[in-house]
């Protein structure tokens, strides 16, 4: 008769940091919640985000940095089209923010401001950054992964992923800003 495997109960580094692996994967806003933030995001030229054009509209949260910044690709693609197809679209407050905060030092500040000037003109619209990741904390978004927050008209947290979405995950934050924005 052949002996029978045995379980070895692994060290206790690897349970704490399977937990810690788990704890952090839940670290994203829940639904339902009303985050607020006091950090200031800016632009490429040093503009700071002014929040009340965020007031009583949807907005849509996509935090990247420069290794997540194709994550999510095929969602921008979507929200593209969405934006071609109904001028609704504009009642949404897109809010791309880069994760810039491993940069935040002379001279690395200036040439990452470069970057995110010439990504903003190419993508047609502002991408703000989180320079001291005072963002990414209020929001509860892990560092070094694509996190995308749609966050309604009422400022509640309708929906919040992180990596990159499935299908299905796309089609329902699309479905999610249409309701939002009454397309």
Known sequence: MAPRPRFLAPPISVLISIALLVGSAGALPP?????????????????????????????????????????NAPLKRDLKALAGETPRFAA??????????????????????????????RAGLSIYCDWDGGFRGALQLRRKTSSVVLIGKDGRVLFAAEGSLSADARKRVVALVRT????
């Open 31 to 71: 639904v339902g919640s009303s985050p607020t933030t006091t950090t200031t995001l800016e632009d490429a030229d040093g503009r700071a985000l002014d929040a009340r054009a965020a007031a009583g509209r949807p907005m849509l949260v996509v935090y990247e940095d420069r290794d997540t910044s194709q994550q």
């Open 92 to 121: 949404l407050f897109m809010l791309p923010v880069a994760d810039v905060s491993d940069y935040d030092y002379w001279p690395a500040k200036g040439f990452v401001r470069s970057a995110i000037r010439d990504e903003s003109t």
């Open 180 to 183: 939002e924005i009454g397309a």
